[in-house]
């Protein structure tokens, strides 16, 4: 479902990027058995993976953690392992029917009218306004479709052994008892005297961890239908005319009247009339109320949901209470039980259509639809006007502004990753960074967001990324260097003290032969303890990577803990819980079985690649 509205939204997700990318590339980083995946279209896709991160992370996203050479592997691989699929459902004859396609559509909340009925109207105009075109938007979703059957099918071919799962329990369950030595860096002495020489030494071999970021100053001016519609002064009276004139379509559901009728029905029950009378009579469902309301013998999923939770828990001979759904109200009788199967009988009342009362929140639909028709009348010509003038006009958007009355907007002074809303959209980017914007100091080109939303940026400041001078740094490189020389110390101390408890010391006597080091005695945990226990998770994680003590020899590993610091870790001994949870294993089952399920999905795709013609050429991005 949201896969479908995402198509709507993002129109460069990875998923059949080809298909809304076009233009030459200056290389070609794969060939994947005869099509090429352009630079401009993995560019673009790794682009739209980088936003995706930083929507998902929010304020802990940092860029450094994902640099562009490791997302653009990661995101070609994607793109050949989609191709490979795409080719393999097409070679399989796999696809999905218009009726397949539509049905999905039709479940899209985004393309429902107040009533909650799919509506062809607003499908078109959401489609319309997100610029996207209709045969390639469902060309898009009977892939997705096909691709989702494969993938059901590659999953519904794995499975959990029993054994699996208790194992799985019985390692979860298993307890562990551990003692930890901890070693603590900021309590080794500060060497106070570090020679200039040092500093300079430090400095120059670490000249990328001393330098500024690329910031740039980004101006643009944006041509909207919808900014320019919302100028547009519409009279009452106009307002007044159109909502007159296109009554029918502001109707809405009159559930009020029809919960007052069927209740009125269910009255005339409670006092004696027949059930099946009053469907002949009174029932709008015209089929059935032939037959006093008879629909026969209905399973889950063939009516209405709001219909089938009540109709499957009333008792044999009981009628329900008004059932509402998108039709209206409902009176059902449960008449007969047949396994999963139900007999029921039914009296509909239906929810007609009334006029909208033309109130305030009516009046601005109304005035902005009007506002819109009215500025579509001239918004092409208003585009050419655009266009032309941010090319005559290259050095400045001033005239582009003046042209058509539009403001110029400015991100201030940022970080490439600092780039958000429009100007953070893949094409936007692409063409801030591009020869002609950021070194020619040129407008960019016109670049089209949607059908009716178009922007022109130009580079108004640039700060290329430039070396610190270590003066301006000394400061920070004495820090660096004094905490590297109290890593340094430290880790010698564990290293000994590790070879110590190997040979049989006891971490007591080590806790008193070096000061700056904290003897934790030994505790049974297990490897959810972390926080009941208050022990560090990356001790707790250490303690079970190690192997099975034996009986008169611990096991002995290093930790390194979030803080900097470092932990000898002693496992003594190990009891093993046998555990029979009924919903922990259903739990694990589970997890185990997603587990299997994407192992197998990759070995199809390394299937898929290993017998597949592949070149790739993978050089710095250039775009």
Not at 77 to 97: C, G, H, P, Y
Not at 266 to 277: H, K, L, M, V
Not at 476 to 490: G, R
Not at 567 to 572: E, G, K, L, M, R
Request: aromatic share 8%; hydrophobic share 40%; glycine share 6%.
């Amino acid at each position: 479902m949201w896969g479908i509205v995402g198509l709507i939204i993002v129109p460069f997700a990875l998923f059949g990027v080809q298909d809304y990318i076009t233009g030459g590339a200056k290389t070609v980083p794969a060939v994947v058995n005869g099509y090429e995946i352009s630079s401009a279209q993995l560019t673009r896709a790794v682009q739209a993976r980088k936003q995706q991160l930083e929507q998902q992370l929010g304020s802990s996203y940092n860029p450094d953690f994902f640099p562009t050479d490791m997302l653009r592997q990661q995101v070609l691989d994607e793109l050949i392992a989609r191709q490979l699929i795409s080719e393999f459902t097409v070679n399989s004859n796999m696809s999905a029917s218009p009726q397949q396609v539509f049905a999905d559509i039709k479940q899209v909340p985004q393309f429902k009218d107040a009533s909650g009925n799919f509506s062809a109207k607003i499908y078109t105009r959401a489609l319309k306004g997100a610029g996207r075109d209709k045969a390639v938007f469902e060309a898009n979703i009977a892939r997705d479709f096909v691709l989702n059957q494969l993938r059901e099918g590659v999953f519904n071919s794995t499975f959990v052994l029993p054994y699996e799962v208790q194992q799985t329990q019985n390692l979860l369950n298993q307890q562990r008892e551990i003692g930890y030595l901890t070693f603590a860096k900021l309590q080794y002495k500060k060497n106070k005297d570090i020679s200039e020489e040092a500093l300079k030494k430090y400095y120059k071999s670490h000249l990328n961890a001393y330098r500024t970021q690329e910031k740039v100053n980004i101006e643009y001016v944006e041509l909207d239908i919808n900014a320019v519609a919302a100028k547009i002064e519409i009279e009452d009276k106009a307002i007044a005319d159109y909502y007159e004139s296109n009554i029918s379509h502001y109707t809405e559901k009159d559930y009020p009247a029809a919960l007052v009728m069927i209740n009125n029905v269910r009255r005339r029950i409670d006092n004696g009339e027949s059930f099946e009378a009053l469907a002949k009579k009174l029932s709008a469902d015209k089929l059935s109320g032939k037959k006093g309301g008879d629909i026969g013998f209905i399973s889950k999923g063939i009516m209405d949901k709001a219909f089938d939770a009540v109709a499957f828990k009333l008792k044999k001979g009981e009628i329900s209470k008004p059932v509402k759904d998108k039709f209206g109200y409902h009176l059902i009788k449960l008449v007969e039980i047949k396994g999963d199967e139900r007999q029921v009988k039914h009296i509909q009342i239906k929810a007609v259509d009334k006029s909208k009362d033309l109130n305030v929140t009516l009046r601005a639909q109304i005035k902005a639809e009007l506002q819109l028709q009215e500025a579509e009348k001239n918004f092409f010509e208003d585009v050419e006007k655009f266009s032309t003038l941010a090319y005559e006009n290259s050095g400045s958007l001033e005239a582009v502004a003046a042209g058509l009355d539009l403001d110029i907007k400015s991100s201030g002074l940022v970080l490439r990753q600092g780039l958000k809303g429009i100007l953070s959209s893949p094409q936007v980017s692409s063409a801030i960074y591009s020869k002609q914007v950021l070194s020619d100091h040129k407008n960019s080109e016109v670049i089209e967001l949607k059908d009716t939303h178009m922007i022109v940026v130009r580079v108004k400041e640039h700060q290329p990324a430039a070396q610190k001078v270590f003066e301006d740094v000394k400061a920070d490189v004495a820090k660096k260097v004094t905490l590297e020389q109290q890593t340094n110390a430290m880790k010698a101390d564990v290293n000994a003290a590790f070879q110590k408890l190997t040979s049989g010391s006891k971490g007591n006597e080590l806790a008193a032969q070096y000061k700056n080091s904290k003897w934790v005695v030994g505790e049974f945990v297990s490897r959810r303890s972390a926080r009941q226990s208050g022990i560090p998770v990356a001790i707790i994680q250490q303690s079970f990577s190690l192997p099975r003590p034996a009986a008169d020899k611990p096991s002995i590993g290093i930790a390194d803990l979030p803080t900097g610091d470092q932990a000898i870790v002693v496992v003594s001994a190990i009891k093993d819980v046998n555990q029979t949870d009924t919903a922990e294993s259903s739990a694990i089952r589970e997890q185990l079985q997603k587990i299997n399920q994407n192992v197998e999905y990759l070995g199809f795709e390394q299937y898929l690649k290993d017998n597949a013609d592949i070149s790739i050429n993978l050089g710095k991005d250039t775009d």
